[in-house]
């Protein structure tokens, strides 16, 4: 990993830690941002974790861009140490894949698509090397997701899926981005998962829809009436595969303020997840699903 | 104690100085496109310069007061009427209740501000009275407004008086070619060194498709690539990268054919390249830029960014002075 370090505009420092996708790259991101927090250094106003890359907005009234850059650079050698554990959560997302609003939608652009012919999940299960739909619902649904972003639009997640990188789901964005895309949709480009927080544009192949809201402004669904972001960097996600009554039930709950979604507290140890990806992972939906 | 909107105009929204604080969840900090325009009107007639206000794009609203008021236009040349009789921009005026504001058409720039004495009363969201349309949130019900609306007034006011002007030489200035000074870097090393020059050199348009979230542009030869094999996670055209962070004003170009600014809505990510970044002194300008506009970009460092942003602040204390 080489970082590399520049302004944006005189108020922003951008710091790229690497130029590929890791975990790595977005642990070092993760930490190096929560160094940044913790140090409360004078004149920061914004401070923004992404995939393998983060940036900090500042006030240069208050401080200059060179002090700003050399107090991140400061920072950096303490945060590399800490960089492999995290106290998280591990959330379970209902997903209904090959939903019928989001299969109207992926028509109804078919010719952005790279194959106008099928769908978008047949698609993405052919060029992973899927021999069927249901094969590439399993490993979507299988392995649990790094929440590695927040952004795009208000409270969306990128997500990067936490197996070997020979197993990363890749698939290309569409060829001219929609113009809609329905709201909860869990869609995928490139290596990065997501969950659309509001109907809108979109490039990422449509696979689903999730009953769970993830973004609510008026604050009303019951578990987002302390904050109306659901996700934070840093989070891990499990999809799980629901039926069209197991999603309409979940949205009458919803509605009847009665969902909780279900969330654990976990501990992750990057050492621990490369030593082995599979057992990191059967522990974390232990955690999930237990007591 | 109210607004009642009878027209709404092209795109009409309640704006504030913005929200920051929430761009790491993909909440950007929206308030005035031309924040010094905003603050000016709010002066004029007596609120705080963080006041809300209204932000009418290219055609003003029509507005009936329930009560009697000081109101002040300023940024786009976009001439006010009281019942019909056109009021001087960039000056306090008085609205009776019952009476009618209206706009003639837009002379110059793109976006007026309408401040109100007493200020828009919107419930403050996340520290801000702003509207971010594409989250819902904020102002008028988290949308522009629309006709049959009652927007509420608020009384911080410290009693503005009708007949006071900001002095011509601290407005908003509109040129033949408008300039944006911009700092390179970010991605900057993804371009040819050819790219890197026609990009300063060649002058773009403002594209209609310009909005709170990005001004496009188009006209400019299209930028040409430095070759190489795309990093995992990047996407496969040239000017993808691994989703980043977007700084606000950052200018990024997909494809390499035309570029986008990003402006007070701005996505706070995604996975284009960015160039650089237009200096945040420069930021109201391109609120105020019209589509078809003819721009250039022009290359600054960091010295020049900071002295300019030491400009505005004391273009601001001016217009501050001039009407105390």
């Given amino acids: ?291 | 104690m109210a607004l009642e909107i009878l027209k709404p105009g092209l795109s009409t929204t309640v704006q504030d100085l913005g929200r920051p604080g929430y761009y790491h969840l993909g909440i950007p900090e929206s308030g005035a496109m031309d924040k010094a325009s905003l603050a000016a009107a709010n002066l004029l007639v007596g609120n705080p310069e963080g006041a809300a206000g209204l932000e009418a794009v290219f055609q003003g609203p029509e507005v009936r007061f329930d009560q009697d008021a000081v109101v002040a236009v300023c940024g786009a040349q976009m001439p006010p009427k009281v019942d019909g009789v056109e009021q001087p921009g960039w000056t306090s005026f008085a609205v009776k209740a019952g009476q009618i504001l209206s706009f003639g058409f837009l002379k110059s720039g793109a976006r007026a501000y309408i401040a109100v004495s007493g200020g828009i009363d919107v419930p403050v969201v996340l520290g801000s009275r702003s509207t971010y349309p594409l989250g819902a949130l904020g102002g008028f019900e988290g949308r522009a407004l629309k006709a049959g609306d009652r927007v509420k007034l608020g009384t911080e006011s410290r009693g503005g008086k009708p007949g006071r002007s900001v002095p011509e030489n601290l407005r908003v200035e509109m040129k033949g070619t408008s300039e944006l000074r911009a700092l390179p870097g970010l991605y900057w090393h993804r371009l040819t060194d050819e790219a890197g020059k026609t990009f300063f050199d060649d002058v773009w348009k403002v594209a209609p498709e310009a909005d709170r979230i990005g001004y496009r542009f188009r006209g400019g030869r299209a930028l040409s690539f430095v070759p190489r094999k795309q990093p995992f996670g990047a996407g496969s055209d040239p000017s993808n990268i691994v989703d980043s962070c977007y700084p606000y004003g950052s200018i990024q170009v997909p494809g390499g054919t035309e570029p986008i600014v990003l402006h007070r809505d701005a996505v706070s990510g995604g996975g284009y390249f960015m160039l650089g970044t237009v200096i945040s002194a420069d930021m109201d300008l391109i609120g105020q830029l019209q589509p078809h506009q003819p721009t250039r970009f022009v290359r600054v460092d960091m010295e020049t960014a900071l002295k300019a942003r030491a400009e505005r602040k004391a273009k601001a204390q001016r217009v501050r002075e001039s009407l105390s």
């Fill in chain 1, 1 to 291: 990993m080489g970082t590399r370090y520049s302004f944006g505009g005189e108020d922003h420092v951008f710091v790229e830690v690497d130029e590929e996708m890791s975990l790595d790259a977005f642990f070092t991101s993760l930490s190096m941002t929560n160094a940044v927090r913790e140090s409360r250094i004078k004149g920061v106003t914004e401070i923004c974790p992404a995939n393998a890359s983060y940036q900090i907005r500042f006030d240069p009234d208050l401080i200059s861009p060179s002090d700003m850059l050399a107090e991140i650079k400061r920072l950096e050698s303490a945060a590399a140490k800490s960089a492999g554990t995290l106290s998280t959560r591990i959330i379970e997302i209902p997903v209904y894949y090959n939903d019928p609003w989001t299969h109207q939608t992926l028509m109804r652009f078919r010719e952005r698509h790279q194959d106008p012919t099928g769908t978008d999940l047949e698609y993405a299960a052919r060029v992973n090397g899927y021999a069927s739909v249901p094969e590439f619902i399993e490993a979507h649904s299988g392995a649990p997701w790094f929440v590695s972003m927040v952004g795009f639009v208000a409270g969306l997640p990128f997500m990067y899926q936490m197996v070997e990188r020979a197993k990363q789901i890749e698939v290309p964005k569409y060829l001219r981005p929609r113009t809609d895309t329905p709201k909860l949709t869990v869609g995928h480009g490139g290596c990065f998962g997501c969950i659309y927080s509001v109907r809108g544009a979109g490039g990422y192949q449509l696979f689903g829809v999730t009953p769970m809201p993830i973004y609510d402004p008026k604050q009303e669904v019951s578990y987002l009436k302390d904050f109306m972001i659901l996700f934070k960097p840093g989070d891990i996600v499990k999809f799980k595969p629901v039926d069209r009554d197991a999603h309409d039930a979940t949205v009458e709950l919803v509605n009847a303020g009665r969902f909780e979604p279900t969330m654990r507290p976990v501990a992750f140890s990057l050492d621990e997840f490369h030593a082995s990806p599979a057992q990191t992972n059967k522990k974390l939906l232990e955690a999930l699903h237990g007591a």
